[in-house]
C-alpha cells in the first residue's frame, strides 16, 4: 500500500513542485491541467515518431515547453493580464491536442499501438524514480542556488531584485519554463504508465497540484504532506470500490474523492493572503 501511494504521489509531487516555483514569481501557471494532457500526447506521437520513450519524452518536454514560452512572451509584449492567459492556455492546450489527434491519428479518443506498450511494473518503477529525482533537483533549486532564492522573492520582492540589477520579468519567464516542463513530463509518465494516450489523462491533478500548493501555504515540506494526503484519497478512491460495503456507491462519486478533499481543505484550512501579480 506505501509502495503504491508513493508511486501514485511521484508525478503529482512533480507537477505540484513546478506550480510552487510559478507562484513563487508570481505568475501561477493556471494552464497546469492541460499540460499534462498536451504533453501525454506529445510523449505518444513523439515516441512513435522516434521509436525511443526517452526521447519522445524529452522532445514532448522542449515541444510544450517552448510553446509556453512563445505565448508568454507574445502576451507579454501587448501587457495582458497573464493570469487570463495562462487561464486561456488551457483551452488552446486541448483544442491543439484534439485537433493534433484528429489530423495524425484519424481519432479523438484513446491512441494506442504497439511501438507504445510498456511493461507495467518495470514502467512504474522507472517513471517514480525518475519523478522522484527531478523533484530533489527541484527542491535544490528552490532552496540552495542563487537564482532559485531570487526566483522565491519575485512575487513578493521584485523591486529587491531590481535594486540588484536583475529583471523580474525574466524570472517570471523561467517560473512558467519550469512549470511547463514538470507538467509535460508528468503527462508523459501517465501516458507511458498506461501505455496509451487517453484524453484527459490528468484527470484533475492539474487543479490538484495548485491546491496542494495554497494547502502547503507555499512551503515545500508541508507542500509534500498535501500531496501525500491527495495521493492516499486517489488511492482509497480506486480499492474502496473492492469493499462489499460501497459496492452499490457510482465509481464516479468514488473517483471524485481526492477533488472533493482538495475543495474540502481549500474551504476549512485558513490561508495567507498571497502576493501572486497578474503581469
Known amino acids: 500500500m506505501i509502495l503504491s501511494i508513493l508511486t501514485i504521489a511521484a508525478p503529482l509531487l512533480l507537477i505540484t513542485l513546478g506550480a510552487l516555483v510559478s507562484e513563487y514569481a508570481g505568475r501561477l501557471a493556471m494552464f497546469m491541467e492541460h499540460s499534462i494532457n498536451a504533453g501525454a500526447f506529445c510523449c505518444f506521437a513523439f515516441t512513435l515518431a522516434t521509436g525511443n520513450l526517452v526521447l519522445g519524452m524529452a522532445l514532448s518536454v522542449l515541444t510544450c515547453t517552448l510553446f509556453v514560452v512563445a505565448l508568454e512572451k507574445t502576451a507579454a509584449r501587448f501587457d495582458a493580464n497573464m493570469f487570463l492567459v495562462s487561464l486561456a492556455m488551457n483551452l488552446l492546450f486541448a483544442s491543439l491536442t484534439t485537433f493534433f489527434s484528429v489530423v495524425f491519428f484519424k481519432n479523438r479518443g484513446v491512441l494506442t499501438d504497439e511501438a507504445f506498450r510498456f511493461n507495467a511494473p518495470v514502467t512504474r518503477a522507472v517513471t517514480t524514480v525518475l519523478c522522484y529525482s527531478l523533484v530533489g533537483v527541484l527542491l ?137 501579480q497578474t503581469r
Open 140 to 276: 535544490f533549486f528552490i532552496k540552495k542556488t542563487m537564482t532559485g532564492r531570487a526566483l522565491r522573492v519575485t512575487g513578493s520582492d521584485s523591486e529587491v531584485l531590481r535594486a540588484y540589477g536583475k529583471n523580474p520579468a525574466w524570472y517570471r519567464t523561467l517560473s512558467w519554463i519550469v512549470a511547463a516542463a514538470s507538467g509535460a513530463l508528468a503527462g508523459g509518465v501517465f501516458a507511458a504508465r498506461l501505455s496509451a494516450f487517453v484524453p484527459g489523462v490528468s484527470a484533475g491533478r492539474g487543479w490538484t497540484a495548485l491546491a496542494a500548493v495554497f494547502l502547503g501555504r507555499k512551503h515545500p515540506l508541508l507542500i509534500v504532506l498535501s500531496v501525500l494526503v491527495f495521493a492516499i484519497a486517489e488511492y482509497a478512491s480506486t480499492t474502496i470500490q473492492n469493499i462489499p460495503l460501497f459496492a452499490r456507491v457510482p465509481s464516479s462519486i468514488l473517483l471524485a474523492l481526492p477533488y472533493l478533499l482538495a475543495l474540502l481543505l481549500l474551504i476549512i484550512v485558513p490561508q495567507k493572503t498571497g502576493h501572486a
